[in-house]
């Protein structure tokens, strides 16, 4: 069992203002993982004003770039190296099955803070323009950064890492469901040697967090998590003119066109659909398919869906574990029932505990068909592993369908003809799309239009999001009043001389 009793406010391990615990619960079994103290009111007040005193008067931002770089390098390797550790402790966490936290832990985090590396040894910190203005990139100031549960550490990252590379000092807000791995990151970066003030990680509820965002010396507000939450981030932002970014929700649709691979559309979509229990702001939950091969594609699907394993997030050959909380999995479940009352075809899963998981908090692989683009489970974020069938007659019909959402964050479409899919990719109106299931690099920025969110993340857009642009213009200094004109010439000469021999 993992456990801290003090909270890591200005990269010191300090005692809780308040007597509140979280303990940290297996969704698999419930078992205790480990308990945090629950940061209070005067635990962000603490941490804000450490890293306040870190920005206004630290050395941090006073550093170079390559200075700033060699610590957050320095980072990496320590984190890529205890990456098989970290990545069982998340699964424990919040049933994150150990296929996905071990490629996020050993490999792709790695790679999205190396991207941040590289992108800021190409960033133009100061240019002088053709004009001969210069131009600065400095650091926003303080940073409220607010993570979720379902992908803590790549979530947490994709904000710290750029933060600290502009030169912000940063409060970190952790979810409870995942609190004991949040401070772990605590641990690295201290190891690391990032000065004292500028990073702080507090675990605690939604009350607080909302105390932490809406504080007066926060600067700016990173946030990934739910739409709704992030309308109510906005909303404060607004209020107080704060920067903000926000990494919201998603009803992404995957476009099979009629020319598809129906064998490399199931696997691909296990993944684009099904990963981290499907509990993914980017997944395809919508599926788009055309008349001519639906049920053939219905059935391929289905066929995908019925071989997945599900049970104990542990074991690496379970593709599917549980939702993270009791209320999560009442959510996914209540959708299902939703779906058959909307008059959807249930082809696989359904509402019902899988037998000998009802310890956990599963649901079952759920597959729908005959579903309208109108229906709830077509157009809400359900966060669970819920796939819907939807018909299309054409290929405006399809890229209607999948635009008609109050989303816009990914999507992909499946095709023999490559260059076909660039074409529709074009036309969709979100923030990331893929080709036959092509992966993003993380040098490209991500986030969405629409209700998916503001800002992008990763790369030198996702750098950035952290600094403020300084414009700088100047002439020549202005000369001393002993100057004169020369009427003849034009130009400017001492009167106070003596004469010339």
Not at 101 to 127: D, P, V
């Amino acid at each position: 069992m993992t456990s801290y009793d003090k909270l890591f406010i200005g990269g010191r391990w300090t005692e809780p203002a308040g007597s509140e615990t979280i303990e940290v619960r297996s969704p698999h079994d419930q078992s205790l993982v480990g308990r945090v103290p629950g940061a209070a009111e005067a635990d962000v007040d603490r941490a804000v004003e450490a890293a306040r005193q870190a920005f206004d008067h630290g050395p941090w931002p006073r550093t170079t770039p390559s200075e700033r770089r060699a610590v957050l390098a320095r980072f990496n390797e320590l984190h890529t190296a205890r990456g098989r550790e970290l990545a069982a402790l998340v699964t424990s966490e919040n049933g994150t099955p150990l296929w996905f936290t071990g490629l996020l832990h050993n490999g792709g985090i790695a790679e999205q803070t190396a991207s941040y590396l590289r992108a800021s040894e190409s960033f133009g910190w100061e240019e002088r323009l053709e004009s001969g203005t210069t131009v600065r990139r400095e650091p926003v100031g303080v940073i409220a950064a607010v993570i979720p549960w379902n992908a803590p550490h790549q979530s947490a990252l994709a904000k710290i890492v750029p933060a600290l590379l502009a030169g912000c000092t940063v409060v970190l807000k952790a979810a409870p469901e995942t609190a004991l791995d949040a401070l772990v990151l605590g641990e690295i970066f201290a190891e690391a040697g990032l000065p004292e003030g500028v990073l702080s990680i507090l675990a605690t509820g939604r009350e607080v967090s909302e105390y932490l965002v809406s504080h007066p010396s926060v600067d700016k507000i990173a946030f990934t998590g739910s739409t709704a939450a992030g309308r109510r981030i906005a909303a404060i932002a607004g209020e107080q003119l704060k920067r903000v970014s926000l990494e919201l929700g998603g009803k992404s649709a995957a476009i099979i066109l009629e020319d598809a691979d129906l064998a490399a559309v199931a696997e691909g979509l296990k993944t684009a659909s099904l990963a981290n229990n499907g509990e993914s702001c980017v997944a395809h939950t919508r599926v788009l398919a055309p008349r001519s091969r639906y049920e053939e594609i219905v059935a391929a699907l289905a066929t995908m869906i019925e071989g997945l394993t599900v049970g104990d997030p542990s074991d690496p050959a379970t593709f599917i574990g549980p939702m993270v909380r009791a209320d999560q999995q009442q959510r996914v479940r209540n959708y299902i029932d939703l779906g058959i009352k909307e008059g959807a075809r249930l082809v696989v899963g359904g509402s019902d505990v899988p037998q000998g998981l009802e310890g956990g908090f599963y649901v079952r692989p759920t597959l729908f068909a005959d579903v309208d683009n109108s229906m709830r489970i077509a157009r809400e974020e359900i966060f669970g592993p819920v796939l819907v069938v939807i018909p299309f007659d054409d290929v405006e019909d399809a890229v209607r369908i999948a635009n008609d959402s109050p989303y816009g964050l990914g999507g992909g479409v499946w095709s023999a003809d490559a260059e076909h899919g660039m074409e529709i990719a074009r036309r969709v109106r979100t923030g990331t799309f893929s080709v036959n299931g092509a992966h993003a690099a993380f040098d490209g920025p991500f986030g969405g239009y629409k209700a998916s969110g503001i800002g992008r993340e990763f790369g030198l857009v996702g750098l950035g999001q952290y600094v403020e642009f300084k414009t700088i213009s100047r002439t020549t200094p202005p000369l001393p009043s002993s100057w004169v004109r020369n009427g003849a010439t034009g130009l400017r000469v001492r009167h106070d001389f003596p004469p010339c021999c």
